[in-house]
C-alpha cells in the first residue's frame, strides 16, 4: 500500500481511547491499522476514522432509511451505531454493538445494508484494507483494479489549482500528464477516464490532472516540501496553467 504522506499519530488521548474500545465489535484489525496509520482516507473514496457513537444518534429521529423484515437494523437502532468511515459522497460505514459485520448507510438512498466479514485472508496491517475492499465489491458490484493507496490527514497540507485554458498551441490534459511523467518520473501513476494521478514522495503528495472538468490540474503537497513544489509550479506555468487558488499555511 502506497503512503501519500508522513502519517500523522494519534494523540495519547487518542490512543487511550482505543485501547477502551472493544476490538472483538469492529473489523478485523480497524483499531491496528488506525495506530499505525492513522485517519486519512483510503483509495480516495472512504474515510478511516476513529470510532464515533454520536454522529448517528439524531438520525434515528430524522426517517431517512426504510425498516421493513429484511432490514439489518430498527430504526431506533441506529443511533447505537458507531460509525467508522464515512465517504467522500457522505455515505456512513458503521457498527452494531450486537450485530455482526459491518452497516452500510448510503447517503441517497433508502435501504441500509448489511456487509458480511468474512475472513480476508491475510493477517497483519493490509487486513483491513482488503475489508474496505470487501466493501466496496458488496456495496457497487465491482472490484477496484487501480493501485492501493492511503492518504493520511495531516494539518500541513497545501494545496494549489490551476487551470489549463484551451488555445491551439495548448496540449490536452492527457497530453500534459503524459509529458509531466516523462519530466517528472512519479513514484506512483493512477489514470483513469476521469482524471490522473501522479504521486511524488518528494512533494508528500500528488499532482490531479482533470480529464473530467477539461480543464483543471492540483497540486497537494506537504508544507516542508516547497522546494519540490516550486519546481512543479514553474513547471505547469511554463506548459501554459494558469494558477486560480492556493493555499499556504
Not at 508522513?6 to 495519547?12: A, F, K, N
Not at 464515512?86 to 448507510?105: C, I, N, Q
Not at 458488496?138 to 497545501?158: K, L
Not at 476521469?194 to 473530467?212: D, H, P, T
Request: proline share 6%; glycine share 6%; charged share 20%.
Amino acid at each position: 500500500m502506497y503512503i501519500v504522506s508522513r502519517q500523522q499519530p494519534l494523540s495519547e488521548d487518542q490512543n487511550r481511547v482505543l485501547a477502551k474500545e472493544d476490538a472483538a465489535v469492529f473489523p478485523p484489525d480497524y483499531l491496528r491499522f488506525l495506530r499505525q496509520y492513522g485517519q486519512g482516507t483510503y483509495r480516495g473514496w472512504i474515510n478511516v476514522q476513529l470510532p464515533d457513537a454520536e454522529v448517528l444518534r439524531p438520525f434515528a429521529e430524522y426517517g431517512l432509511w426504510e425498516h421493513d423484515e429484511d432490514s439489518p437494523i430498527t430504526e431506533q437502532q441506529i443511533g447505537e451505531c458507531i460509525v467508522i468511515a464515512t465517504t467522500v459522497d457522505g455515505d456512513f460505514l458503521a457498527v452494531h454493538p450486537e450485530k455482526t459485520g459491518l452497516l452500510w448507510l448510503p447517503r441517497h438512498a433508502d435501504q441500509i445494508k448489511a456487509i458480511s466479514l468474512e475472513a480476508p485472508g491475510q493477517d497483519g496491517e493490509g487486513s483491513y484494507a482488503l475489508v474496505l475492499d470487501k466493501v466496496y465489491e458488496q456495496v457497487y458490484g465491482c472490484s477496484r483494479q487501480e493501485a492501493v493507496y492511503y492518504e493520511p490527514w495531516t494539518d500541513t497540507r497545501n494545496y494549489l489549482f490551476l487551470r489549463l485554458p484551451p488555445g491551439q498551441d495548448q496540449p490536452s490534459l492527457p497530453e500534459l500528464a503524459g509529458v509531466c511523467q516523462v519530466d517528472f518520473p512519479p513514484d506512483l501513476t493512477i489514470e483513469t477516464s476521469f482524471a490522473c494521478f501522479l504521486f511524488y514522495q518528494q512533494l508528500g503528495g500528488y499532482v490531479r490532472f482533470n480529464y473530467a472538468y477539461q480543464q483543471e490540474v492540483a497540486v497537494f503537497y506537504e508544507q516542508d516540501a516547497q522546494q519540490a513544489f516550486a519546481v512543479m509550479e514553474q513547471w505547469l506555468l511554463s506548459k501554459g496553467c494558469e494558477a486560480i487558488s492556493e493555499n499556504n499555511r
